[in-house]
């Protein structure tokens, strides 16, 4: 099993930035990549950004590209998503994510962190 535990939401001004934090305990060995997702009101969660643990391979949606940076820390034991730039529609709830190894689908969800950001 893996707990993931996310911090760092919060109310911001568009154009401030903020820095989320994913702390993983368990079998996070067993984890081959962590993802960043997002939910608005009344919109489907999508994908922001994800790093994978051998090679730290990053992959990011159109939408955040060049102002979100995903990192890890401590062997995938923590997980960062720095957002720059932020807009109002980046407001969401943000969940971190992992996948297990030679699993297609993220079977471990946190419980999410609240991003607002204000005009």
């Known amino acids: 099993q893996v707990q993931l535990v996310e911090s760092g939401g919060g109310l911001v001004q568009a154009g401030g930035s903020l820095r989320l934090s994913c702390a993983a305990s368990?079998?996070?060995?067993?984890?081959?990549?962590v993802g960043w997702f997002r939910q608005a009101p009344g919109k489907d969660r999508e994908s922001v950004a994800t790093?994978?643990?051998?090679?730290?391979?990053?992959y990011y949606a159109d939408s955040v590209k060049g102002r979100f940076a995903v990192s890890s820390a401590n062997a995938m034991n923590t997980v960062y998503l720095q957002m720059n730039s932020l807009r109002p529609e980046d407001t969401a709830v943000y969940y971190c994510?992992?996948?297990?190894?030679?699993?297609?689908?993220?079977?471990?969800w946190g419980q999410g962190t609240q991003v607002t950001v204000s005009e």
């Open positions: 994510a992992g996948r297990l190894g030679g699993r297609s689908e993220y079977g471990y």
């Open positions: 368990g079998r996070t060995f067993t984890l081959d990549s």
């Open positions: 790093i994978t643990r051998i090679g730290g391979t990053t």
